[in-house]
């Protein structure tokens, strides 16, 4: 081809340009055949960040729908790197507000170029503060963060969450999936040179709410009741259960220490410990009731049968056991009552090691109840085989074998509801939209007859009007039970100790119709340290607030709770017979301040003063009388003040009296009548 010529040129630079055509769409066809998504991606993640938000939790309720953990708006801080002139002046301003040191906040940044946390789920004031510096490349995201506004309340149930909205204990663990559901998405667009010009967020799904078995006003008297017994004894530690002993609703968990689940990361493993389900003990003579009604259903004795307690000593395979007290003839009722070591001996030798076994196991010892909540210990029940010749007496009076509460408040249940065991749970509902659900319970397993847990619940009864546990007697309401005081096991001198002990009472009440049942436990308490001592009266005080609470018929003589009223003042009311509890001290406990009921100097009778009276800020005295005991009792826990009930029926007095200022947290004093002239004479009319 000759190029000197025009026609010759046009043509070669015709070709050339189409040679170079369909090689470029050649090029082109190739990428968008072959490897369209591998650019792609790399355009989108040099283009666009997506970033989780944190997860939704949906709300967690006592059994009245009442809020105990919720997800609230919060928001977090973020930084896009490459929009800051100075990053190092961005951390320098920032650090102060997050009380951090500068370099922390440097090597956030130093992360990535496009993105970085700076904080997250500030509080409204942080956020504000870092809002108003108003700087460059600083930006804003809302996320949900969980919010338990009882603060300490049922915080071992409820459990905890991490910074991401994962749950960590409790409820929040147990039943993480459900209530937490996929995060949400943040996407930031960003030009070619890395900077950011737009973003948009997907917000995260709705979970399953769940609905507790718990009662928030049982539960706060649980909890502001083993405060206090832990103040008053100096306690180590303490476990308070409430059930329903016909279903195994557990209306109250209470564990102290405790922790506030809003700070969880400010609190100690200790602290986070659910003792109902994990702590584990020997129980002490509160095993009985598992000896003596396996005896009775068995047909080796009777409750009226006499046992020769040989002055209170027996030896077992060379072992001389010794009882606290030199008991001679007793019956099996009497032995119960009296907690003999020597007579629950010698019927668990009549019953034999193993039907004593058999019944220690269906009674659900040495395997989980099938609580519905995290770490449940299974208890130490050795095999049957692995009992040594002195492990029938042991085990019958209550050593050799680990329980958790959760175990024995079952234990005690089956005695008040007809021989049933019952599994506890905390879980009501679970609720998702509009659709409620009730997960299904096992149906309930006998263990005993009705008529061993009948011959039982009166032998309990003795227990608590002439034996052990006669500062569990209630006004009002007939109760039923068992104390127990046992010996922890050192592991440093091989035996067990003498001075640290667990004092345990276990009952309920009223016994014919048994509403409630109460475990109590006191962990090496100073002083007084007996079961029947410490933890009786604290089963009292329980037992008297939640049966009111709850608007249980009383089951003894309306009259003898008047009499009880007016003989005795108000201010020094069993009710009221503990001493001052300072909130500051008792971590969590600040929703009530107690009286304080401690003698004077000079070793007069003590003073209770029942109201916190204060001139300026406060609250004044609500009138409450007129009302019911359940009206009252509500009024009061929204105002935040703690009520001292007395009697049953209408209000008829109160102290201090309507419009009195007083702090919250106070205690007020209310009497309940339903004699006509009373309440005649609480309107000012007189009776005729």
Same mark, same amino acid.
């Given at each position: 081809?000759?190029?000197?010529?025009?026609?010759?040129?046009?043509?070669?630079?015709?070709?050339?340009?189409?040679?170079?055509?369909?090689?470029?769409?050649?090029?082109?066809?190739?990428?968008?055949?072959?490897?369209?998504?591998?650019?792609?991606?790399?355009?989108?993640?040099?283009?666009?960040?997506?970033?989780?938000?944190?997860?939704?939790?949906?709300?967690?309720?006592?059994?009245?729908?009442?809020?105990?953990?919720?997800?609230?708006?919060?928001?977090?801080?973020?930084?896009?790197?490459?929009?800051?002139?100075?990053?190092?002046?961005?951390?320098?301003?920032?650090?102060?507000?997050?009380?951090?040191?500068?370099?922390?906040?440097?090597?956030?940044?130093?992360?990535?170029?496009?993105?970085?946390?700076?904080?997250?789920?500030?509080?409204?004031?942080? @956020?504000?503060?870092? @809002?108003?510096?108003?700087?460059?490349?600083?930006?804003?995201?809302?996320?949900?963060?969980?919010?338990?506004?009882?603060?300490?309340?049922?915080?071992?149930?409820?459990?905890?969450?991490?910074?991401?909205?994962?749950?960590?204990?409790?409820?929040?663990?147990?039943?993480?999936?459900?209530?937490?559901?996929?995060?949400?998405?943040?996407?930031?667009?960003?030009?070619?040179?890395?900077? #950011?010009?737009?973003?948009?967020?997907?917000?995260?799904?709705?979970?399953?709410?769940?609905?507790?078995?718990?009662?928030?006003?049982?539960?706060?008297?649980?909890?502001?009741?083993?405060?206090?017994?832990?103040?008053?004894?100096?306690?180590?530690?303490?476990?308070?259960?409430?059930?329903?002993?016909?279903?195994?609703?557990?209306?109250?968990?209470?564990? #102290?220490?405790?922790?506030?689940?809003?700070?969880?990361?400010?609190?100690?493993?200790?602290?986070?410990?659910?003792?109902?389900?994990?702590?584990?003990?020997?129980?002490?003579? *509160?095993?009985?009731?598992?000896?003596?009604?396996?005896?009775?259903?068995?047909? %080796?004795?009777?409750?009226?049968?006499?046992?020769?307690?040989?002055?209170?000593?027996?030896?077992?395979?060379?072992?001389?056991?010794?009882?606290?007290?030199?008991?001679?003839?007793?019956?099996?009722?009497? &032995?119960?009552?009296?907690?003999?070591?020597?007579?629950?001996?010698?019927?668990?030798?009549?019953?034999?090691?193993?039907?004593?076994?058999?019944?220690?196991?269906?009674?659900?010892?040495?395997?989980?109840?099938? &609580?519905?909540?995290?770490?449940?210990?299974?208890?130490?029940?050795?095999?049957?085989?692995?009992?040594?010749?002195?492990?029938?007496?042991?085990?019958?009076?209550?050593?050799?074998?680990?329980?958790?509460?959760?175990?024995?408040?079952?234990?005690?249940?089956?005695?008040?509801?007809?021989?049933?065991? &019952?599994?506890?749970?905390?879980?009501?509902?679970?609720?998702?939209?509009?659709?409620?659900?009730?997960?299904?319970?096992?149906?309930?397993?006998?263990?005993?007859?009705?008529?061993?847990?009948?011959?039982?619940?009166?032998?309990?009864?003795?227990?608590?009007?002439?034996?052990?546990?006669?500062?569990?007697?209630?006004?009002?309401?007939?109760?039923?039970?068992?104390?127990?005081?046992?010996?922890?096991?050192?592991?440093?001198?091989?035996?067990?100790?003498?001075?640290?002990?667990?004092?345990?009472?276990?009952?309920?009440?009223?016994?014919?119709?048994?509403?409630?049942? %109460?475990?109590?436990?006191?962990?090496?308490?100073?002083? @007084?340290?007996?079961?029947?001592?410490?933890?009786?009266?604290?089963?009292?005080?329980?037992?008297?607030?939640?049966?009111?609470?709850?608007?249980?018929?009383?089951? %003894?003589?309306?009259?003898?709770?008047?009499?009880?009223?007016?003989?005795?003042? %108000?201010?020094?009311?069993?009710?009221?017979?503990?001493?001052?509890?300072?909130?500051?001290?008792?971590?969590?406990?600040?929703?009530?301040?107690?009286?304080?009921?401690?003698?004077?100097?000079?070793?007069?009778?003590?003073?209770?003063?029942?109201?916190?009276? *204060?001139?300026?800020?406060?609250?004044?005295?609500?009138?409450?009388?007129?009302?019911?005991?359940?009206?009252?009792?509500?009024?009061?826990?929204?105002?935040?003040?703690?009520?001292?009930?007395?009697?049953?029926?209408?209000?008829?007095?109160?102290?201090?009296?309507?419009?009195?200022?007083?702090?919250?947290?106070?205690?007020?004093?209310?009497?309940?009548?339903?004699?006509?002239?009373?309440?005649?004479? @609480?309107?000012?009319?007189?009776?005729?």
């Amino acid at each position: 081809m000759d190029l000197r010529s025009p026609r010759s040129r046009v043509l070669f630079v015709a070709a050339l340009t189409a040679l170079w055509i369909a090689v470029a769409a050649g090029r082109l066809a190739y990428l968008q055949l072959f490897h369209y998504s591998d650019y792609y991606a790399r355009a989108q993640h040099q283009q666009r960040l997506i970033v989780d938000v944190g997860a939704s939790r949906a709300e967690i309720f006592d059994r009245n729908m009442r809020a105990l953990a919720m997800s609230v708006p919060v928001d977090s801080a973020f930084a896009v790197p490459s929009e800051m002139a100075d990053p190092g002046m961005v951390a320098r301003l920032i650090a102060p507000v997050l009380e951090v040191p500068p370099e922390e906040v440097l090597a956030r940044l130093a992360g990535s170029h496009s993105f970085a946390w700076i904080a997250r789920k500030l509080s409204p004031e942080k @956020a504000a503060r870092i @809002a108003a510096m108003n700087l460059r490349g600083v930006y804003f995201q809302h996320e949900g963060g969980r919010f338990y506004p009882k603060r300490e309340l049922a915080a071992h149930v409820l459990g905890y969450v991490d910074i991401d909205e994962k749950g960590l204990g409790g409820i929040e663990y147990l039943l993480d999936d459900q209530i937490r559901t996929k995060p949400g998405k943040m996407l930031i667009l960003a030009d070619a040179r890395r900077r #950011w010009y737009d973003s948009n967020s997907k917000a995260p799904e709705s979970g399953t709410s769940v609905i507790l078995t718990l009662d928030e006003n049982i539960q706060f008297i649980a909890e502001k009741e083993l405060g206090l017994a832990i103040q008053q004894t100096r306690a180590q530690s303490g476990t308070v259960i409430v059930e329903n002993p016909n279903t195994g609703e557990l209306l109250a968990v209470a564990n #102290w220490p405790t922790f506030n689940p809003n700070a969880a990361k400010d609190s100690s493993s200790e602290s986070r410990m659910d003792r109902a389900a994990s702590a584990l003990y020997e129980p002490g003579s *509160v095993f009985k009731i598992v000896t003596l009604s396996a005896a009775i259903d068995q047909g %080796i004795t009777t409750p009226n049968e006499e046992i020769d307690c040989q002055n209170g000593a027996i030896f077992i395979a060379g072992h001389r056991i010794r009882d606290h007290k030199a008991y001679g003839l007793l019956t099996v009722s009497q &032995v119960l009552a009296n907690s003999s070591d020597v007579g629950a001996i010698k019927i668990g030798l009549r019953l034999g090691a193993p039907k004593f076994y058999d019944y220690i196991r269906a009674f659900g010892f040495g395997q989980p109840t099938g &609580v519905d909540l995290p770490g449940e210990s299974r208890g130490i029940l050795r095999r049957l085989e692995n009992w040594t010749p002195i492990s029938v007496g042991s085990i019958a009076m209550g050593q050799e074998v680990g329980v958790t509460p959760l175990q024995l408040i079952s234990a005690m249940s089956a005695m008040a509801n007809g021989g049933l065991i &019952v599994r506890p749970h905390v879980i009501r509902a679970l609720r998702h939209g509009t659709q409620m659900v009730e997960p299904l319970q096992p149906p309930p397993r006998r263990v005993i007859s009705e008529t061993t847990a009948a011959s039982m619940r009166q032998m309990l009864e003795g227990v608590v009007l002439k034996g052990t546990g006669t500062k569990a007697q209630l006004v009002g309401y007939t109760s039923a039970g068992k104390t127990g005081t046992a010996q922890k096991f050192d592991p440093a001198t091989g035996h067990y100790s003498t001075h640290q002990l667990i004092a345990s009472f276990v009952g309920f009440a009223p016994i014919n119709n048994p509403a409630i049942t %109460i475990l109590v436990t006191l962990d090496s308490a100073v002083g @007084a340290h007996e079961g029947g001592q410490v933890a009786a009266p604290l089963f009292k005080r329980i037992s008297e607030q939640v049966l009111a609470y709850m608007n249980v018929p009383h089951d %003894i003589e309306v009259s003898t709770n008047l009499r009880h009223a007016k003989n005795k003042p %108000i201010h020094d009311q069993d009710l009221a017979d503990v001493a001052d509890f300072n909130a500051t001290t008792i971590e969590g406990l600040d929703y009530a301040r107690i009286v304080d009921s401690s003698p004077d100097q000079s070793g007069a009778d003590a003073v209770s003063q029942t109201a916190e009276f *204060v001139e300026g800020n406060g609250i004044p005295a609500p009138g409450l009388v007129g009302r019911t005991v359940r009206e009252v009792t509500e009024q009061c826990m929204k105002l935040g003040l703690s009520p001292a009930l007395v009697g049953n029926g209408v209000a008829v007095g109160q102290s201090p009296p309507p419009g009195t200022m007083i702090r919250r947290g106070s205690r007020i004093s209310v009497r309940f009548a339903r004699d006509v002239a009373l309440l005649n004479a @609480a309107d000012g009319r007189g009776s005729r």
